[in-house]
């Protein structure tokens, strides 16, 4: 990486902690994040829409929670009446350099089976672009490639609150070296 890219990067992201990238090192975690990105959302509300135990997903909320990237909301009243704790996003992850940079291969790929999980869950009509590529890149050009893509989608993260009344789209980018 160049001085230029690398100052640009680090004027807009800065690296993971640890218990920030672990956080993010697991695919029901990611799931949370992105559900409570959406709406604020209370752990029975979570466990509910992921089909997942309450006490399972009160453990991830608690992880999150834990490394910052997940806060609880106001207190609310339900519609039973009951007071209900529901939890919001923090808005941090996008803005980490490489979370998982460092961790196994394991950890590496939860961000890519969370967004399997909710592709398939959406199903094949939610699918509004779709670009399938090969190309021949040097490690530089990849990482322009990168920073190219990156700055595009940091100017529609950085406003992004102003489009709440529209659909919300997810998508992913990921460049790999094929197999030999």
């Given amino acids: 990486m160049d001085d230029q890219v690398a100052a640009r990067v680090a004027d807009r992201r800065r690296e993971a902690t640890a218990r920030e990238a672990k956080a993010l090192g697991h695919p029901l975690r990611l799931r949370i994040l992105r559900l409570c990105g959406e709406r604020e959302l209370t752990n029975k509300e979570l466990a509910d829409r992921l089909g997942k135990d309450p006490g399972t997903v009160l453990y991830h909320v ?3 929670v834990e490394a910052g990237l997940l ?3 106001p ?5 039973s009446g009951a007071l209900e704790k529901p939890y919001r996003n923090a808005g941090k992850t996008w803005w980490l350099d490489g979370p998982l940079n460092g ?3 394991d950890t590496r790929f939860g961000p890519i089976e969370a967004f399997q999980d909710e592709l398939r869950e959406a199903g094949p009509g939610s699918v509004r672009v779709a670009e399938r590529f090969a190309l021949h890149l040097s490690p530089e050009e990849a990482t322009e490639l990168d920073n190219r893509i990156l700055d595009i989608l940091d100017e529609y993260m950085a406003t992004d609150g102003q489009r709440l009344d ?3 789209l997810n998508g992913i980018f990921l460049l790999h070296r094929m197999a030999e």
Avoid at 75 to 79: D, F, H, I, K, S
């Fill in 166 to 168: 529209r659909p919300l």
């Fill in 103 to 105: 961790e196994d291969e």
């Fill in 71 to 73: 806060e609880q909301a």
């Fill in 75 to 79: 207190v609310r009243t339900g519609a």
């Fill in 62 to 64: 608690r992880q999150l």
